[in-house]
């Protein structure tokens, strides 16, 4: 504070001589101490009273304006830097969107590889069991029909059988069986 109230001294000396030599000039006789005096005079109170004013009312509200416009410039530098780093991040995923593009095709592509390798493993699966049971079913039909065919077969031709024994045996024929049987055994 005393630093300033010697500058603002040393500077209103000059400018004080200035005003009052402006003041005379041309209309009166050479400038005395005496004649410049109140001019002088005047031009100190009208300093005084401008720092006066500014130190009560000027220098408040030169610093609120200073803090706002500080706050502004603040807040906008803040956006500033939010909008250069989206507008960086923008533009590289724009420089690879390229590359980007072609990453989820093949992702896609590979996926879809998968899925019907996928596919086409479960339905060979799907296809062998399928063709087993098959198999297996035929099979169990086969001995079935088979087992049936031998049935009719052996009951077809006992029936002959008799038919025919009953038809064709004589008493010495019967004889004859039963001798083979008992030695047979």
């Not at 004649?35 to 130190?55: D, E, G, H, K, T």
Request: charged fraction near 30%.
């Amino acid at each position: 504070m005393e630093n300033m109230k010697a500058k603002l001294k040393v500077s209103l000396m000059p400018a004080s001589l200035f005003i009052a030599q402006n003041c005379l000039a041309g209309t009166h006789g050479p400038a005395t101490i005496s004649s410049l005096f109140w001019p002088v005079l005047n031009a100190v109170i009208y300093v005084f009273v401008i720092i006066y004013l500014y130190r009560r009312y000027g220098r408040i509200a030169i610093k609120e304006h200073a803090l706002k416009v500080t706050r502004h410039i603040e807040s906008a530098a803040r956006q500033l830097s939010e909008a250069s780093s989206a507008f960086t991040r923008t533009k590289g995923r724009l420089d690879n969107i390229e590359v980007e593009r072609e990453q989820v095709i093949k992702e896609y592509e590979d996926e879809g590889w998968r899925l019907a390798e996928e596919i086409k493993q479960q339905a060979v699966q799907n296809a062998q069991a399928l063709k087993n049971a098959v198999k297996r079913q035929s099979a169990k039909e086969l001995i079935q029909a088979q087992n049936e065919l031998r049935q009719e077969v052996v009951a077809k031709a006992l029936d002959l059988a008799r038919k025919r024994f009953a038809t064709e045996l004589n008493n010495d024929d019967d004889r004859r069986l039963r001798e083979q049987a008992i030695n047979s055994l």
